[in-house]
């Protein structure tokens, strides 16, 4: 972290191993992937302390994202179900599926990229690369 008015310098304690992180919205957390992508940890500013948010189990996990309320966090798994994407209430609770895109061809650029839209939609990149091919014949008289 770096303070602007003092130009101090600090490391998150305990964040060794840690990478990809993403500031809450209200700026009471920081949630972060461990460096093998199974786990994302949540560090909480007032404690202090790292909790495991939640566990991949044999997937891995990528393109975390805050809701705009900091309630929740947005993540995909990445693996052989599609890469569906689900969302982790902060204050504890279990993970629940918002998308499975089955139906929809992604594009797969270091895995499956999403964000969220402002109202917490997820916004994903389709791939329309070979089964969209269109023909325009202009008429130039």
């Known amino acids: 972290m770096l303070d602007l008015r003092t130009s101090k310098q600090q490391v998150l304690p305990d964040s060794q191993g840690l990478w990809s992180p993403r500031w809450s919205p209200d700026g009471r957390w920081l949630v972060a992937?461990?460096?093998d992508s199974k786990r994302l940890l949540l560090y909480?500013?007032?404690?202090g302390?790292?909790?495991?948010?939640?566990?991949?189990g044999t997937a891995n996990l990528g393109y975390s994202s805050w809701s705009r309320d900091s309630h929740y966090?947005?993540?995909n798994l990445?693996?052989?179900d599609h890469n569906p994407i689900h969302r982790i209430p902060?204050?504890?609770g279990r993970a629940e599926l918002?998308?499975?895109p089955d139906s929809i061809r992604l594009k797969d650029t270091l895995s499956t990229w999403f964000a969220l839209t402002p109202d917490d939609r997820p916004l994903l990149l389709r791939d329309s690369s070979?089964?969209?091919?269109?023909?325009l014949n202009v008429d130039n008289r």
Do not use: C, H, R
Not at 44 to 47: A, I, K, L, Q, R
């Open 78 to 80: 990445m693996g052989p």
């Open 49 to 56: 302390n790292w909790s495991q948010l939640t566990d991949a």
């Open 130 to 135: 070979a089964e969209e091919i269109y023909s």
């Open 33 to 35: 992937e461990t460096t």
């Open 98 to 100: 918002v998308l499975a």
């Open 90 to 92: 902060v204050k504890g």
């Open 44 to 47: 909480n500013f007032e404690s």
């Open 73 to 75: 966090v947005y993540f």
